[in-house]
């Protein structure tokens, strides 16, 4: 589950991501383990002590989540600090986190009247078997909004997304039928 960054400007920041990442990990490897030895103890018949280790499993996972969210908040930052609001960089974050902040851009730009995006989603290089996971989950969720995507714009590895441009292909269909005549319906 790890993910390696490489593009941090500030030895700090990527040192502070690191810890929150391994932290989270090491949440979800005790997470597991409960949920296993409760299963053992309910296969086993011990109800309580199962109940018990399934507590504790979701214990960790809710400290694991915030592990991740606190990652999240660091490679967020500062990947996205000098940049302008029509920009998003999503290097370093899982595609459920990506998500979240796209989406939340999107609204941005919504509320502010932004007609554009681009978002940084990398090569895929960090990811397992160097197979982009970023790339096609955003993609897929700008085909969902229906927004009007180009894949590599401005450049490898970033998506520039189009947003309320209107379909104007009727008018110009009257425009063309008509021409400069008047036509008051």
Known sequence: MGQQVSHFSSEDAETTYQKYRKLASEEAQRRNECFEQSQTAYKARRGKEAKELSQKGKEHTKK????????????????????????????????????????????????HKIDHLVIIVGRGKHSLNGVAK???????????????CIPNKPTVGCLYVEFGKPDLSWFEFLFESFGDKCVIC
């Open 64 to 111: 694991m989540e915030q592990y991740n969210m606190k990652a999240v908040e660091v490679i967020f930052k500062e990947n996205n600090k000098n940049r302008p609001v029509n920009e998003l960089d999503l290097h370093g974050l899982y595609v459920k986190e990506a998500l979240s902040k796209t989406e939340s851009r999107i609204q941005y730009c919504k509320e």
């Open 134 to 148: 970023l790339k096609p989950a955003i993609a897929d969720l700008m085909e969902k909004y229906q927004f009007n």
